[in-house]
């Protein structure tokens, strides 16, 4: 079973970025995709961005697209989202997850604390 802690969030202000760090543990991590969503206030928890085990793939949610990236670090087990540009609309809680090679949008394992990312206008 996969253990998933979220960490980096923070206030931001609007148009600032912000890098969050997602540490995973209990199965082999360099062999899964992974992606970030998120959960604004109020709404649905939503895709953010995917990337494959090597890193050759990324993929993203249009509201996000040009403004964050996504990378990996195998040997440290940790996934990172790397947000600028960042809008009050980003303001949300952020998860991580280990994720479907046939469908990036769909999550596999529990889902961790995430991590609150607050945009100030």
């Known amino acids: 079973q996969v253990h998933l802690e979220e960490s980096g969030g923070g206030l931001v202000p609007a148009g600032g970025s912000r890098r969050l760090s997602c540490l995973a543990s209990?199965?082999?991590?360099?062999?899964?995709?992974m992606g970030w969503f998120r959960q604004p206030p109020g709404k649905e928890r939503e895709f953010v961005a995917h990337?494959?085990?090597?890193?050759?793939?990324?993929s993203f949610g249009n509201s996000v697209k040009g403004r964050f990236t996504i990378s990996r670090d195998n040997a440290k087990n940790t996934v990172y989202l790397h947000m600028n540009n960042l809008k009050p609309e980003d303001t949300a809680v952020y998860y991580c997850?280990?994720?479907?090679?046939?469908?990036?949008?769909?999550?596999?394992?529990?889902w961790g604390q995430g991590t609150q990312v607050t945009v100030s206008s």
């Open positions: 997850n280990v994720v479907s090679i046939t469908d990036p949008k769909r999550a596999l394992a529990s």
């Open positions: 209990g199965r082999i991590f360099a062999e899964d995709p």
């Open positions: 990337i494959t085990w090597d890193s050759g793939i990324t």
